[in-house]
């Protein structure tokens, strides 16, 4: 039984305006497995487990449950053929009690409507399948986040499903919750229940997953059997480079100037949030370009949304040239000369029906405050300034910047903040999902920036371009800064790979 | 390429729909535009639309600004009816009711009350963070209980020529209610305009936490929205009073909410909030007040004009429903970005929204 | 890591409390409000002497037949996250609907099912637009309420009397002896009452109506018919709307383009006051009931006080906002 084929996937292509988000990926899930599915931001993950459960239709290739070719057409078909979701941020609802979540829609029914006795009494059996003793009459929301998530797989188990999509049902655990999770899947899996599993922890994806799928860019780079692909080698497939090339690229980092000598832009002490940065210290100099390295969910952008005051820590202090600061709203920050562009362009970056000289002196506008506009002469001399600089197309400010392709929607952001004039900026993944010419441009301006004086905090996915820009970097793996490199002309993309993935007998580099 | 860009603009259908009822009117009565001069002043149908729309449009200017905030205000017939039950009770009690100061004093007290009402709902908004809508709810309750205590359940009515003036008066051959009307709302496009008021309202209301991330504080920007529109609707609870010298608590501003949020839709800002267009709701307001005028006109019941209406919030929300916009074609596909995953709160698959996920 | 170790909530979050405590939680605000009601008696009974009659409790419930039944559909409604404008106009179509149909002789039996059905037509029109189109029902509903109140207007101008025995009946037929009484149309109602809470508890429809309310996105997810449920909750809203029309034509003998006029805003007062959260997901239609009597024994203590009536908006004003700061208290404190 365990090894049977039970869902098959075959050259899925899905189509968004503008953006093919699934391009010819194949995907078996088989029974008695743990199936594991990779890849970084953009890579398809998500858009492959809506295929999946039905959430979006596909556009070209096949489904097949159980020998059968499926189509279908809401999460409900997905269900019946007997595929079970449990996603990442819990999607149970809170205000009913566990038992009725567990049974929502299949509740047990007599002569006088439903049998709550005989719902509940189903509910705490299945819950007992998998281990759990919780009263099936409790509210839901008066348990934890990882109590819900085995809430959502018991509901999953009712359904009798022979595959279970796990959609990273870790991301906010800590270890002993995950364990308790892992146990439950190993049962389930131990059964010939079919479990793909979604996450960014290395760790996990080698402690629980028997296979593993990598995508990129929306393409398959493979599948492979876990314990023959070792995890060097992982990470290079998810980040898109051969063994060969990876240690071909060394440092481009232009000449360090006089960083790390007078007095810290920013000084982060034990900065900490539960569930989403451990305790992190952080150093950065004027003129100094430095990176983040590693993977999605690594803690690398939530330690950046700390430095912002996008998020409030839990513990820790911030300096600001030596001095505490309280930087507990982006306002603080940006009143401190601390700029923050955001990883998520379209909803946290652009003001999409504004136009791009609104978008330009938004950050500006904002901290001089409504009562005192900018003139329109200030106005065009900072959009003139920073539409040439960034070589923005098109040059017409009057554009709406949502009908901007996505690499000058970010050279406008970027201009936004460079506005303000700061002396340290964040850029999260400044890059991503622009073209390699627009990509360039940027980087180039990064390090001119840094040329002037300004401190840069930069985040990216793509190791290469962490390598040939930082003077410094700093890796990140399961929400903790590990290591500190200093980028000097021997550093290369493998060593950082060598950091994120762990692997101590490869690790033979300049680890702080 | 000129012509396109003219029928492409938010304005030519609502323009569109003004031109065709006055045509319409026109054609069956041609006195319709005929414009008389007496005793100084201009009379005629359409000095009488400019009249009797400064009222609903003071309510729509404010409507407007609250709504691009993503917000609603359902308090503002009931702020109406106090603002009126205000200057009157004072006038009323005044021992020289013709007297210039005294209406004076009795207006200013009138809209500052109001000012205290928007103020509160904008502190329930953006403060204690109650769901727009439910904030305002609570005035639009209680504030004709406010009004009725004021007046003491009376109609009170009152003889002061001045303050009959709003109302009635003519300037420079033109209804004083009409320049009123004409005056704050240039003021106010003016100086939400001017001042950086306006972007960051819309900044607001197109993505909240981009701007939180950009540094606007939402809060004091969404107080004074709430507290503009309590102002406004007070000084068209003023012109109400006085066109019919009385405070009647109980049918002042009865369903202006209602017609102001209809103007606001009809003039093109969505009610999902962010751009703004202050001509297109006086466009809005043109359009409600012609179609109540020509129903008139035409003789048919004006008791019958709220199918028409419904006629209207029909039509607008059919061509603004995604579903219907996604089997017109992909020309008008909106990219408005939601903050939630892609494309999971509708059905369609096809959706720009699902581009962030890429 | 053992695979057979026991999972256990205790230990992650907080205190436990116990399975009895936890039910009462989610019924806090019902109790609520009638603790307030009882309160209200409670201290009339000590201020007037002779306030708690069976007199009093009787009429608490025939003064306002039609607004519980309004309240059992808006409860519905707001348990979804919706909300429903056009209840009060329906009344008015309904009414003289019925005036007309009555005037051209036709038998009760006829008109009566006819003066719901306008309603449940109404309704769903409005489920339409909210559920295939996606139109937010604020402003769907709000369409619902001019096309009623239009629609009463084309039917009549003016107020029509009624003569009908039948439906005299509903409100004009007193059961009981002495003091104690009641009527057609209150039972009518309280069936209704005792009929919407077995649809909510017992049925996976009442079950998928919460379930919208507490996180729509999930609801789909999880693969409930989320479309149906809220078209058939406008339905089911208009129906009570076109219920409410007949007990209020009953109630007046006459049908009037003017009747119901902001009726809407005391059903949602009512069910707000009851306990039901607007944006949602929790709520009782025991506690709309309980908001119905608090609104009706407002009422009534204003009356017998001889304080003026518009004390009574100012009076609902204040408890819904106290209600609505409770409530964002509490949704504060569960995030938090």
């Not at chain 1, 953009?42 to 295929?51: H, V």
């Not at chain 1, 839901?140 to 809430?151: I, P």
């Not at chain 1, 513990?315 to 998520?344: C, H, M, Q, W, Y």
């Not at chain 1, 970056?349 to 609104?358: A, C, E, N, T, Y």
Request: hydrophobic share 50%; aromatic share 6%; with cysteine.
């Amino acid at each position: 039984m365990a090894g049977e084929v039970i869902a098959e996937l075959r050259h899925i292509s899905i189509t968004f305006p503008g953006v093919k988000a699934l391009d010819d990926v194949d995907l078996v899930l088989r029974a008695g497995e743990v199936h594991a599915l990779m890849g970084e931001n953009g890579a398809g993950k998500s858009t492959l487990i809506k295929a999946l459960t039905g959430v979006y239709r596909i556009d070209e290739g096949s489904i097949t449950v159980a020998g059968a070719e499926r189509v279908f057409s809401s999460t409900a078909d997905a269900q019946a053929a007997g595929i079970a979701t449990v996603y990442q941020e819990v999607n149970l609802c809170a205000n009913l009690t566990v038992g009725e979540n567990i049974m929502l829609g299949r509740e047990a029914r007599g002569t006088f409507g439903i049998n709550w006795r005989a719902t509940h009494a189903a509910a705490a059996e299945a819950m007992a399948r998998l281990g759990l003793t919780i009263d099936p009459r409790s509210q839901l929301s008066s348990h934890s986040l990882a109590v819900q998530q085995l809430v959502a797989i018991a509901r999953a188990t009712v359904l009798d499903s022979s595959v279970l999509v796990l959609d990273e049902p870790t991301s906010s655990l800590d270890r002993s919750e995950v364990q308790q999770l892992f146990a439950i899947v190993r049962r389930l899996r131990d059964a010939g229940t079919a479990v793909l599993f979604v996450t960014h922890f290395l760790e996990q994806v080698y402690e629980i997953s028997d296979r593993i799928t990598v995508l990129r860019n929306g393409r398959l780079v493979g599948e492979y059997r876990t314990a023959e692909l070792p995890r060097w080698d992982l990470v290079s497939r998810m980040l898109g480079h051969e063994l060969s090339q990876l240690e071909a690229i060394g440092a481009r980092a232009s000449e360090v100037g006089d960083a790390e000598s007078g007095t810290p832009v920013l000084t982060a002490e034990g900065l900490y949030k539960k569930g989403s940065v451990g305790p992190s210290d952080l150093v950065l100099y004027p003129g100094e370009i430095v990176g983040l390295a590693g993977l999605l969910g690594s803690g690398r952008t939530e330690l950046a949304r700390l430095i912002y005051g996008a998020d409030r820590a839990d513990a820790g202090r911030t300096l600001v040239k030596d001095s505490p600061r309280r930087l507990t709203t982006p306002r603080a920050a940006l009143g401190n000369r601390i700029a923050f562009s955001s990883e998520d362009r379209r909803s946290e970056g652009i003001i999409g029906d504004l136009s791009v000289r609104q978008n330009l002196v938004l950050a500006v506008q904002a901290k001089r405050g409504w009562a005192r506009p900018l003139s329109r002469a200030q106005q065009d001399e900072l959009v003139g300034r920073y539409v040439a600089a960034m070589g923005v197309h098109p040059a017409d400010p009057e554009v709406p910047i949502k009908n901007l392709s996505g690499g000058n929607q970010q050279k406008v952001l970027l201009g936004r903040w460079l506005a303000t004039d700061p002396e340290l900026i964040i850029l999260d993944e400044p890059t991503r999902g622009i073209d390699v010419g627009a990509k360039a441009e940027i980087q180039k301006a990064i390090t001119d920036l840094a040329a002037t004086g300004v401190a840069v905090l930069f985040i990216s996915s793509e190791l290469e371009e962490v390598v040939r820009v930082s003077h410094r970097i700093y890796v990140l793996r399961d929400r903790r800064v590990i290591a500190e490199v200093v980028n000097g002309e021997d550093t290369t993309v493998s060593d950082i790979v060598n950091l994120i993935a762990g692997d101590a007998d490869r690790a033979e580099t300049s680890a702080a | 390429m000129n012509a396109s860009r003219i029928v492409h603009h938010r304005l030519f259908w609502p323009v569109v729909a003004l031109v065709a009822l006055i045509l319409i009117n026109t054609i069956s009565r041609p006195t319709f535009l005929s414009i008389t001069v007496k005793e100084g002043g201009l009379y005629g149908s359409l000095i009488d639309i400019l009249r009797n729309s400064s009222q609903l449009m003071l309510v729509a200017l404010g409507m407007t600004l609250v709504i691009a905030t993503r917000g609603i205000d359902l308090s503002v017939g009931a702020v109406l009816a106090v603002a009126g039950a205000v200057s009157l009770t004072f006038i009323g009690g005044s021992s020289h009711p013709g007297d210039l100061g005294t209406v004076t004093i009795a207006v200013l007290l009138g809209l500052a009350v109001t000012l205290v009402l928007g103020a509160w709902n904008g502190f329930l908004v953006s403060v204690i963070k109650i769901q727009p809508i439910i904030a305002t709810l609570l005035l639009m309750f209680a504030g004709r209980g406010i009004a009725m205590l004021i007046t003491k359940g009376q109609i009170t009515t009152i003889n002061s020529p001045p303050y009959a003036q709003f109302a009635s008066g003519h300037l420079l051959g033109l209804p004083v209610a009409f320049l009123v009307a004409l005056a704050v709302t240039v003021l106010v496009a003016v100086v939400v305009r001017r001042s950086a008021l306006g972007m960051l309202m819309e900044a607001v209301g197109v993505n909240p936490e981009a701007s939180r991330l950009a540094g606007v504080q939402a809060r004091g920007i969404i107080w004074i929205v709430y507290a503009l529109s309590g102002l406004l609707a007070g000084m068209s609870g003023i012109l109400y009073s006085s066109n019919i010298m009385a405070a009647d608590a109980n049918n002042a501003g009865l369903n202006i909410e209602l017609d102001a949020i209809l103007a606001v839709v009809i003039g093109g800002t969505s009610l999902a909030g962010g751009r703004f267009s202050i001509a297109g709701t006086v466009v809005g307001v043109l359009i409600i007040q012609t179609l109540t005028t020509s129903i008139t006109f035409l003789g048919i019941p004006p008791a019958i004009t709220p199918v028409f209406k419904a006629i209207v919030v029909i039509a607008i929300c059919l061509t603004q429903s995604q579903r219907v916009r996604a089997a017109i074609g992909s020309r008008h596909r909106r990219t408005r970005q939601t903050p939630t995953a892609g494309g999971l709160g509708t059905e369609s698959p096809i959706e720009a929204e699902k581009a962030a996920t890429a | 890591m053992s695979a057979e170790s026991p999972v256990q909530s205790a230990g992650f979050r907080g205190i436990q409390t116990g399975p009895v405590l936890r039910r009462v939680n989610a019924w806090l605000p019902v109790i609520a409000t009638v603790a307030i009601l009882l309160l209200m008696l409670l201290a009339g009974q000590l201020y007037f002497g002779d306030f708690v009659t069976p007199r009093l409790v009787s009429s608490l419930f025939d003064n306002n037949p039609y607004l519980i039944v309004l309240a059992v559909g808006m409860t519905f409604v707001i348990l979804t996250g919706g909300i429903d404008l056009s209840v009060g106009s329906v009344i008015a179509f309904s009414g003289l609907l019925g005036a007309q149909l009555f005037a051209a002789g036709l038998p009760a039996v006829v008109v009566l099912p006819l003066m719901v059905l306008s309603g449940t037509l109404i309704g769903a029109v409005i489920g339409i637009m909210v559920a295939v189109f996606d139109i937010q029902p604020f402003i769907a509903s709000l369409a619902g309420m001019f096309l009623a109140r239009g629609l009463a207007y084309v039917t009549s101008l003016k107020s029509l009397p009624i003569k009908n025995d039948g439906l005299n009946w509903l409100l004009g037929t007193s059961w009981g002896g002495g003091q104690w009484y009641t009527t057609p149309g209150v039972v009518l109602a309280l069936l209704l009452v005792a009929l919407a809470f077995w649809v909510l508890h017992y049925t996976r429809f009442g079950r998928t109506v919460y379930a919208i309310g507490g996180n729509e996105q999930s609801a789909r997810l999880m693969g409930l018919p989320v479309g149906r449920t809220k078209f058939l909750i406008y339905v089911i809203s208009g129906t009570g709307a076109g219920i409410a029309g007949v007990l209020f034509a009953s109630y007046t003998q006459s049908g009037n383009p003017l009747a119901g006029l902001g009726m809407e805003l005391q059903a949602i007062a009512a069910v707000v006051i009851g306990g039901t959260i607007l944006s949602g997901g929790s709520g009782y239609v025991l506690g709309s009931l309980a908001g119905v009597l608090v609104y009706g024994l407002i009422q009534i203590a204003i009356t017998y006080m001889s304080v003026d009536s518009w004390w009574t908006y100012i009076v609902i004003g204040v408890l819904l906002l106290v209600f609505v700061v409770f409530q964002r208290a509490l949704s504060a404190r569960r995030r938090g």
